[in-house]
């Protein structure tokens, strides 16, 4: 154990005789790298350089160890540890390959808790190998702590291997996991400080070889001169006749260096800067006119006195012990100095002071020149203050958003479950369908304007994340073509789909956010064009790869255009259409808005490593695109045309669940607002669910405890005991540990996904509820099967005997209709059919119902079928 290691266990006994109960310390006492936010430690020969950032608000601590369990026991007796006021932060590996990678991310890590035994019996020691060898890492101090103490006694560890303590898994404690994490960041801080010493201590040697090989030539250009002298008195000696000349010379001379030293007693005298100079006592010997303007006091006030007379009391005694050590040892000193005017105001000045030499290079005065800087730092303090109003009102914002999220989104939940429960109700009228389908889009298109708001707030506060996952091309261009085809018809206008390129089956990107881009443009397009046509391209640019020969992941980009015959935009409004909440259409335009939609989508797609580009022509019309890079491959895939969801009507518990010889699969809801809580109740009860409820984090506990349920609803933000508090809770108990835990949150922008299940639970949701999402993420995470309603044909089924269709003429006008695609004409036209002939209600139902959902092939057939001979 070399002497740093020596110096860590002094340490560790020092401590260990402290308070038992001491927990946290935070120690001031540590090195300050002044002026310099950055200070890189390296020997020249060095693989690795570790940079030592006086900015950085955490200690690293890296846990290495293949047990889970070590890490959370680990980070839970040092959560609230902090050293010379900063706290730890975390980095974990279960593994001695992912330990290497760790640490080559992270070469600044301080303190490094090692396990002997995890691939095999000496991974954690040819890691220590590794650290020290390879690379060369002397300044992590590195704890081993291991259960199996035969695989790696402690003697011949601390013998053999370059390690700073060696700890049982057993000696885990509180206070000795602090002694010894103090003890290690002690001598980590003492080796940057010392490493920081050596690398000034080199550099002002290389300095002051510098200025001795300066005074070798000084002195040798001195002695040419000598000689040069003595040349020169020989010639006098030999020509006197060249004395007067020589006399006149020497006077020119001289009144050339008194025109000099003029010169400079009128640069000293005009300057702006105020000039000082002093005795090596302190007394002021010399000030320039610029002292009594900047300081106010006159000369024959300052000479004799000592700069003392400046002092504003605001720098600590150490600052003028530094200053005056520096000047001592012959060096100059700059730095900024508050200093106070004669009137009593305070002023800013930069400062230098260097010290007078004379011939022989010792000081014999001291000479300040100082610059008023007093509006630059008054400049700076408003910027600062202006920086501190706008991160005060960013925070503002930030929780004005969450609060709006919640508060939103939790009327929202209650709208769109029941639209979705009331929707299930075969004893509906086709008006009532109708209303309900209504409050649905009405509280979708809500929920769209919200998410807007919410995913340009996140990409601003730099808290949008994009979810990379594989999907088929092919099936999300149908959407686009299908569902944009529709709609055009329906406007009058044409929308033709190119395929520039044959095109990747299946495509690596964030399918949600790609689709959001295209819904935005193709959704303008089809808005801002009144006649003509709307164009659809997308074309594939393979890169040249070695791999790409037998179809599989390739990269390559993707390009995507939609043109328009459309408004057009002005070129002077091109760049505000990327602007939140701007709109550039016409003032008496029908057209609504939010104006986030170009913005979003301008985000998104420079996320994914491209950009949204447009040209546009005023009354001619508009060309957007954008082409990004993505992982594809042209395998065989086959894709069917999605179907209408099933209704879902019951479950089954599966065989392995089925053991618990349970008759009621229970659920606890635990939500504070009632509606939310009878929403999910009402859901469930009707599918054999036995629901009960908890309105607080508390109450579900006791709840938990008396009733064991098979599965917790839980919500994230709650008075009393939140949800994430609550989970946690649970988990810590064995009879829960299993229990399948659900999150739901109406506050999607401060919780994440990762909250909720760092917590412990098994899922999480965000409000409003998909209410088929929510059964599926039960039926997964519960091992249940959910039975669903037997889904009727899409081809044509024979009539069902309760329904009489209209005359054949106003059948094949209700077809015409469906051809054309105009859904509007359809409901309308079966809404008059059974205001005249209200026997026809389950036919006109059906009707409305199919032209509702789009199922165009489907309203065809159901109609034809009417038409075919019997």
Same mark, same amino acid.
């Given at each position: 154990?070399?002497?740093?290691?020596?110096?860590?266990?002094?340490?560790?006994?020092?401590?260990?005789?402290?308070?038992?109960?001491?927990?946290?310390?935070?120690?001031?006492?540590?090195?300050?790298?002044?002026?310099?936010?950055?200070?890189?430690?390296?020997?020249?020969?060095?693989?690795?350089?570790?940079?030592?950032?006086?900015?950085?608000?955490?200690?690293?601590?890296?846990?290495?160890?293949?047990?889970?369990?070590?890490?959370?026991?680990?980070?839970?007796?040092?959560?609230?540890?902090?050293?010379?006021?900063?706290?730890?932060?975390?980095?974990?590996?279960?593994?001695?390959?992912?330990?290497?990678?760790?640490?080559?991310?992270?070469?600044?890590?301080?303190?490094?808790?090692?396990?002997?035994?995890?691939?095999?019996?000496?991974?954690?020691?040819?890691?220590?190998?590794?650290?020290?060898?390879?690379?060369?890492?002397?300044?992590?101090?590195?704890?081993?702590?291991?259960?199996?103490?035969?695989?790696?006694?402690?003697?011949?560890?601390?013998?053999?291997?370059?390690?700073?303590?060696?700890?049982?898994?057993?000696?885990?404690?509180?206070?000795?996991?602090?002694?010894?994490?103090?003890?290690?960041?002690?001598?980590?801080?003492?080796?940057?400080?010392?490493?920081?010493?050596?690398?000034?201590?080199?550099?002002?040697?290389?300095?002051?070889?510098?200025?001795?090989?300066?005074?070798?030539?000084?002195?040798?250009?001195?002695?040419?001169?000598?000689?040069?002298?003595?040349?020169?008195?020989?010639?006098?000696?030999?020509?006197?006749?060249?004395?007067?000349?020589?006399?006149?010379?020497?006077?020119?001379?001289?009144?050339?260096?008194?025109?000099?030293?003029?010169?400079?007693?009128?640069?000293?005298?005009?300057?702006?800067?105020?000039?000082?100079?002093?005795?090596?006592?302190?007394?002021?010997?010399?000030?320039?006119?610029?002292?009594?303007?900047?300081?106010?006091?006159?000369?024959?006030?300052?000479?004799?006195?000592?700069?003392?007379?400046?002092?504003?009391?605001?720098?600590?005694?150490?600052?003028?012990?530094?200053?005056?050590?520096?000047?001592?040892?012959?060096?100059?000193?700059?730095?900024?100095?508050?200093?106070?005017?004669?009137?009593?105001?305070?002023?800013?000045?930069?400062?230098?002071?260097?010290?007078?030499?004379?011939?022989? !290079?010792?000081?014999?005065? &001291?000479? $300040?020149?100082? @610059?008023?800087?007093?509006?630059?730092?008054?400049? /700076?303090?408003? +910027? =600062?203050?202006?920086?501190?109003?706008?991160?005060?009102?960013?925070?503002?914002?930030?929780?004005?958003?969450?609060?709006?999220?919640?508060?939103?989104?939790?009327?929202?939940?209650?709208?769109?479950?029941?639209?979705?429960?009331?929707?299930?109700?075969?004893?509906?009228?086709?008006?009532?369908?109708?209303?309900?389908?209504?409050?649905?889009?009405?509280?979708?298109?809500?929920?769209?304007?919200?998410?807007?708001?919410?995913?340009?707030?996140?990409?601003?506060?730099?808290?949008?994340?994009?979810?990379?996952?594989?999907?088929?091309?092919?099936?999300?261009?149908?959407?686009?073509?299908?569902?944009?085809?529709?709609?055009?018809?329906?406007? !009058?206008?044409?929308?033709? &789909?190119? $395929?520039?390129? @044959?095109?990747?089956?299946?495509?690596?990107?964030? /399918?949600?956010? +790609? =689709?959001?881009?295209?819904?935005?443009?193709?959704?303008?397009?089809?808005?801002?064009?009144?006649?003509?046509?709307?164009?659809?391209?997308?074309?594939?640019?393979?890169?040249?790869?070695?791999?790409?020969?037998?179809?599989?992941?390739?990269?390559?980009?993707?390009?995507?255009?939609?043109?328009?015959?459309?408004?057009?935009?002005?070129?002077?409004?091109?760049?505000?259409?990327?602007?939140?909440?701007?709109?550039?259409?016409?003032?008496?335009?029908?057209?609504?808005?939010?104006?986030?939609?170009?913005?979003?989508?301008?985000?998104?797609?420079?996320?994914?490593?491209?950009?949204?580009?447009?040209?546009?022509?005023?009354?001619?019309?508009?060309?957007?695109?954008?082409?990004?890079?993505?992982?594809?491959?042209?395998?065989?895939?086959?894709?069917?045309?999605?179907?209408?969801?099933?209704?879902?009507?019951?479950?089954?518990?599966?065989?392995?669940?089925?053991?618990?010889?349970?008759?009621?699969?229970?659920?606890?809801?635990?939500?504070?607002?009632?509606?939310?809580?009878?929403?999910?109740?009402?859901?469930?009860?009707?599918?054999?669910?036995?629901?009960?409820?908890?309105?607080?984090?508390?109450?579900?506990?006791?709840?938990?405890?008396?009733?064991?349920?098979?599965?917790?609803?839980?919500?994230?933000?709650?008075?009393?005991?939140?949800?994430?508090?609550?989970?946690?809770?649970?988990?810590?108990?064995?009879?829960?540990?299993?229990?399948?835990?659900?999150?739901?949150?109406?506050?999607?922008?401060?919780?994440?996904?990762?909250?909720?299940?760092?917590?412990?639970?098994?899922?999480?949701?965000?409000?409003?509820?998909?209410?088929?999402?929510?059964?599926?993420?039960?039926?997964?995470?519960?091992?249940?099967?959910?039975?669903?309603?037997?889904?009727?044909?899409?081809?044509?089924?024979?009539?069902?005997?309760?329904?009489?269709?209209?005359?054949?003429?106003?059948?094949?006008?209700?077809?015409?209709?469906?051809?054309?695609?105009?859904?509007?004409?359809?409901?309308?036209?079966?809404?008059?059919?059974?205001?005249?002939?209200?026997?026809?209600?389950?036919?006109?139902?059906?009707?409305?119902?199919?032209?509702?959902?789009?199922?165009?092939?489907?309203?065809?057939?159901?109609?034809?079928?009417?038409?075919?001979?019997?």
């Amino acid at each position: 154990m070399n002497n740093n290691d020596k110096s860590t266990s002094a340490n560790e006994n020092e401590l260990a005789d402290e308070d038992d109960d001491l927990i946290l310390a935070d120690e001031n006492d540590g090195p300050t790298l002044a002026n310099d936010d950055n200070l890189t430690l390296a020997n020249e020969n060095d693989n690795q350089q570790v940079v030592v950032n006086s900015a950085v608000t955490a200690w690293k601590v890296m846990i290495v160890d293949d047990e889970a369990e070590i890490h959370q026991v680990i980070q839970l007796l040092l959560g609230q540890f902090v050293f010379q006021g900063k706290p730890l932060t975390f980095l974990s590996g279960y593994s001695g390959e992912q330990a290497k990678s760790l640490l080559k991310a992270h070469p600044d890590t301080a303190l490094l808790f090692l396990d002997v035994v995890m691939e095999d019996n000496h991974s954690g020691l040819q890691l220590v190998k590794y650290i020290r060898g390879t690379l060369r890492n002397s300044l992590v101090r590195i704890i081993i702590h291991t259960g199996q103490s035969g695989e790696a006694p402690e003697e011949a560890v601390i013998k053999d291997y370059d390690i700073n303590d060696y700890k049982l898994k057993s000696e885990m404690t509180q206070r000795k996991m602090f002694v010894t994490t103090m003890a290690g960041l002690r001598a980590y801080r003492d080796l940057i400080t010392l490493e920081a010493s050596q690398v000034a201590l080199k550099h002002k040697n290389v300095q002051l070889q510098e200025e001795s090989t300066e005074r070798l030539q000084a002195e040798h250009e001195l002695r040419k001169h000598r000689v040069h002298l003595e040349e020169l008195v020989a010639e006098r000696t030999e020509e006197l006749a060249k004395v007067n000349v020589r006399l006149q010379q020497y006077i020119i001379n001289r009144k050339q260096v008194e025109e000099e030293l003029r010169k400079f007693a009128r640069a000293v005298e005009q300057s702006a800067n105020v000039i000082v100079i002093t005795s090596l006592s302190g007394t002021i010997e010399f000030v320039n006119p610029a002292f009594s303007m900047i300081t106010g006091y006159s000369s024959a006030e300052a000479i004799g006195n000592n700069p003392r007379l400046l002092s504003s009391g605001k720098h600590s005694p150490e600052f003028y012990k530094t200053l005056w050590a520096t000047l001592g040892s012959g060096k100059v000193w700059q730095g900024e100095l508050l200093n106070k005017h004669k009137n009593g105001g305070l002023y800013w000045v930069l400062a230098t002071l260097s010290p007078i030499k004379d011939k022989a !290079g010792k000081p014999t005065h &001291y000479l $300040a020149i100082e @610059e008023d800087i007093t509006e630059r730092k008054q400049a /700076e303090d408003d +910027l =600062r203050k202006s920086k501190e109003l706008a991160e005060s009102a960013n925070r503002a914002k930030t929780a004005f958003l969450a609060n709006m999220s919640h508060e939103l989104r939790t009327p929202l939940n209650g709208i769109l479950g029941y639209t979705q429960i009331l929707n299930l109700d075969k004893g509906l009228t086709v008006q009532q369908t109708e209303g309900i389908q209504i409050i649905h889009r009405c509280g979708e298109h809500l929920l769209m304007l919200i998410n807007d708001i919410l995913d340009l707030s996140k990409i601003e506060a730099g808290k949008f994340e994009l979810i990379q996952a594989e999907f088929m091309l092919p099936v999300l261009l149908k959407d686009m073509v299908d569902l944009f085809g529709i709609r055009a018809e329906q406007k !009058g206008i044409e929308f033709v &789909y190119e $395929a520039l390129s @044959e095109l990747p089956n299946a495509v690596y990107a964030d /399918e949600k956010r +790609l =689709r959001q881009v295209l819904l935005n443009l193709l959704s303008n397009a089809i808005k801002f064009t009144h006649q003509g046509q709307v164009t659809f391209k997308v074309q594939h640019t393979p890169t040249p790869s070695v791999d790409d020969s037998d179809g599989e992941e390739t990269q390559g980009a993707i390009r995507f255009e939609v043109e328009d015959s459309g408004e057009g935009i002005a070129a002077e409004h091109l760049a505000a259409i990327f602007l939140p909440f701007q709109q550039v259409s016409k003032p008496n335009s029908q057209i609504e808005g939010t104006g986030l939609g170009l913005p979003i989508s301008k985000k998104i797609v420079e996320m994914m490593g491209g950009q949204l580009l447009v040209q546009s022509t005023l009354g001619i019309g508009s060309h957007f695109w954008f082409e990004i890079p993505l992982y594809s491959s042209f395998q065989a895939a086959s894709h069917e045309s999605p179907t209408p969801k099933p209704v879902i009507i019951g479950f089954n518990v599966k065989e392995d669940r089925e053991k618990e010889n349970r008759e009621d699969f229970i659920i606890l809801v635990v939500d504070d607002k009632w509606e939310n809580r009878v929403l999910l109740t009402n859901l469930l009860i009707p599918l054999g669910f036995k629901a009960l409820e908890a309105e607080n984090g508390q109450d579900a506990l006791t709840k938990a405890d008396e009733f064991q349920p098979d599965a917790i609803i839980m919500d994230l933000k709650m008075p009393v005991m939140d949800g994430l508090e609550c989970t946690r809770h649970l988990r810590q108990d064995s009879r829960f540990q299993k229990t399948v835990i659900i999150a739901l949150s109406a506050n999607v922008f401060d919780y994440q996904p990762q909250d909720g299940l760092e917590a412990g639970c098994n899922a999480f949701l965000t409000k409003p509820i998909d209410l088929d999402i929510f059964l599926q993420e039960l039926a997964t995470h519960c091992s249940l099967s959910l039975i669903y309603e037997t889904p009727k044909s899409e081809t044509s089924p024979a009539p069902p005997a309760d329904i009489i269709p209209p005359p054949v003429e106003q059948i094949e006008a209700l077809l015409n209709l469906a051809k054309m695609g105009d859904v509007d004409a359809v409901i309308e036209e079966a809404e008059v059919l059974l205001k005249s002939e209200p026997h026809l209600q389950p036919f006109t139902q059906e009707v409305c119902q199919l032209a509702h959902d789009f199922r165009l092939k489907k309203l065809k057939n159901f109609l034809e079928q009417y038409l075919s001979p019997t």
